[in-house]
């Protein structure tokens, strides 16, 4: 990041005050992905840093935090109980007990500033911090806030967003961070080395097919059963199951069709994402921004349970002509046959897709959200 003033620098910053930055959230990639990316780009900003991650101890990010190389510690996870039970009862000493956790944290870490991306562990974080007068910064990823990030939104100015819809108070556009290996991603150049290193054929029409890390049952049985058409359109198709979701035949064996790849997981979606021509896939907001900062055109199957954020988080791709949209339930055999063949032969709209949705990409959200963590420690 280049310098602004002589005074003002990250670097130099971090250099005379020992910047010491705590950043909370958890519990799904969603939360998890942009709290990694925002790290590293407060690390580059400022090397001297100190940075440690919060979550609690049932949730991924026990796994992919300390796997990125960060700090890790942990807080009692403190669910708000839907329904009138006896856990609502509970809640008040369970809320304050993991209040009292998070200022020990943001003690020991000697914070400067506390950074949340949402998922339960950032409520008490955020009480802590206003408590302590840890400046707090805020990154929003869905289109419907969750409720932590709504009310820390109430104790700062610097809260950034992923979507222009979302409504969150101080909220500005930032995009979503996201790794730079999907940020600076040149589809058309990593296009070769990628199919060639996922065992695809360089010149046939590719389909990519992905319910995320978890698999999506709904997508794989009906892709499993539209495999005929695909291999007589010669299109080529790499499946993403997801891991533990294999698909099979009546006879236990792995689905074959000519031009079929199946795995369970590709470690990298880039070159899955350099790779296609077209991406089926759920419509999360990290997957849709994604597809956005790289340019790819996009069929998005909505999770069909849930508050509906995942058709909002597609709204503005489609609406700019840049993906379809296709209800959980609609997804046929027959839907795929009439709307998606059809599209994978159109190598032109295909490219007015990319076009479209390459323009609606942002792709320096990490960079953005560091430098408002440093603002936060000036100001």
Request: glycine share 10%.
């Amino acid at each position: 990041m280049p310098p602004e003033d002589p005074s003002g620098t990250p670097a130099q910053m971090s250099a005379r005050t020992g910047l010491s930055v705590v950043l909370a959230g958890g519990g799904t990639a969603g939360h998890i992905s942009p709290l990694l990316a925002i790290a590293r780009a407060v690390a580059e900003a400022a090397p001297d840093a100190s940075l440690l991650a919060v979550g609690t101890a049932t949730g991924m990010e026990t796994r992919l935090v300390p796997a990125a190389g960060l700090e890790f510690a942990t807080i009692d996870r403190v669910p708000l109980p839907r329904r009138p039970t006896l856990d609502l009862v509970r809640l008040p000493g369970r809320l304050a007990h993991a209040v009292r956790q998070a200022e020990s944290v943001l003690e020991r870490a000697q914070a400067d500033v506390l950074v949340g991306v949402g998922g339960y562990v950032c409520t008490p974080m955020y009480l802590a911090a206003r408590r302590r007068r840890v400046p707090i910064v805020i990154h929003e990823a869905n289109t419907r806030p969750g409720l932590a990030n709504r009310v820390g939104a109430l104790f700062t100015r610097w809260v950034g967003k992923a979507f222009e819809a979302t409504k969150l108070r101080h909220a500005r556009l930032v995009g979503m961070p996201m790794r730079r290996e999907v940020s600076a991603l040149d589809r058309a150049a990593a296009r070769p080395a990628a199919r060639k290193a996922l065992g695809l054929d360089p010149d046939r029409p590719t389909l990519v097919v992905t319910g995320g890390s978890s698999g999506a049952a709904s997508i794989n049985a009906t892709l499993g059963a539209s495999l005929g058409a695909l291999a007589a359109a010669r299109i080529q198709t790499l499946h993403i199951t997801g891991r533990g979701k294999a698909v099979t035949g009546g006879d236990g064996r792995l689905l074959e069709a000519p031009g079929y790849h199946q795995v369970e997981y590709v470690d990298g979606m880039e070159n899955a994402y350099a790779a296609a021509d077209l991406i089926l896939c759920r419509s999360g907001a990290g997957t849709v921004c994604e597809v956005a900062a790289v340019g790819l055109p996009a069929v998005f199957v909505p999770l069909p349970i849930g508050n509906g954020e995942q058709a909002l988080n597609a709204r503005g791709l489609v609406e700019a002509g840049a993906a379809l949209l296709v209800r959980d339930s609609e997804l046929t055999p027959d839907w795929l046959t009439r709307e998606v063949l059809p599209l994978l032969g159109d190598p032109g709209r295909l490219d007015e897709m990319a076009r479209r949705a390459q323009a609606l990409g942002v792709r320096d959200a990490d960079r953005t959200m560091a430098q408002m963590v440093m603002e936060a420690a000036r100001g």
